[in-house]
């Protein structure tokens, strides 16, 4: 089994995973149809179906454009709302493609109808791989836009996390400089956050992906997951778990974001008065 991570948009990342012998192929969140289909030519592989997290634009806009190009193609979700959806999907389904074996993993919060993947092949040395969406990053977690913090728990604490240490963890977005700020934040103190936030710096200077992780790092710097710590209930002055889940959560969404550099031509233009015309009142 071979994944192969391929960033999109401003910072998404849509995958594709191979069985090696077979050359079929499997989608995970096929948001631009046009950079998949180039890898899926270079690669040389079929592609056989799209695993879909959420319905979220980012993740789900190229599946109604891959179901024209690709006809018979299977597209899995959980969601009614995730467009050319083909297959509706529930907690602990297995589905096989080829080798490949997928247990769907149903994590509603940042959506009601957010669904996880976890995929592995029987008798192969590799880890099993984790597809988490917008519901686990790494050093971080998804926003409670549909859900919440009781749902978040449950989904970390015992959905995702009750997987294997060793699962790699590819998830829906390049955030990781930005979510281990804040756990530093959290824990100044955490050697773990600062390796792995001067890891990722380096990463993204080289523009390089920071996934995937494993599951057991992220019990060592995600402070979503770290929540019966005793640093992260100081933090939050919590000690129930769900308590302090919830306000790291919104302690996240405060958190400051990092200042933008003005677009240098743009700042020209302005200089020249360029915009005047669109700014003067009418």
């Known amino acids: 089994m071979k994944v192969k991570v391929i960033s999109v948009l401003e910072d998404n990342y849509m995958y594709l995973v191979i069985e090696e012998s077979t050359r079929d192929a499997v989608a995970v969140d096929a948001a631009v149809p046009k950079r998949l289909l180039e890898i899926i030519r270079k690669e040389d592989v079929v592609l056989r179906a799209v695993l879909t997290t959420h319905h979220h634009w980012d993740h789900a806009r190229g599946n109604e454009e891959l179901a024209r190009l690709c006809p018979g193609l299977r597209v899995y979700g959980a969601d009614e709302r995730i467009g050319a959806l083909t297959h509706k999907v529930t907690h602990d389904q297995e589905l096989t493609f080829g080798a490949i074996r997928v247990r769907c993993l149903f994590t509603p919060c940042h959506t009601s109808g957010h669904m996880c993947y976890f995929m592995w092949e029987d008798g192969s040395p ?3 791989a984790l597809f988490s969406g917008d519901t686990l990053f790494v050093g971080g977690c998804g926003k409670f836009f549909e859900g919440t913090a009781e749902q978040m728990y449950a989904n970390l604490t015992q959905i995702l996390g009750a997987l294997p240490k060793e699962t790699k963890v590819f998830c829906g977005h390049e955030c990781t400089v930005r979510n281990l700020k804040f756990a530093l934040k959290v824990e100044p103190e955490n050697e773990m956050v600062k390796k792995k936030l001067a890891w990722a710096k380096q990463r993204d200077d080289e523009d390089l992906p920071t996934v995937p992780s494993t599951l057991q790092e992220e019990f060592l710097y995600n402070p979503f997951l770290r929540v019966t710590e005793e640093p992260l209930q100081k933090f939050t002055g919590k000690t129930d778990p769900v308590e302090v889940l919830r306000t790291l959560r ?33």
């Open 250 to 282: 919104t302690e996240k969404d405060n958190f400051k974001k990092p200042k933008e550099r003005p677009n240098p031509q743009a700042m020209l233009a302005f200089d020249w008065g360029l915009f005047n015309p669109f700014l003067e009142k009418k």
């Open 126 to 128: 590799d880890a099993p």
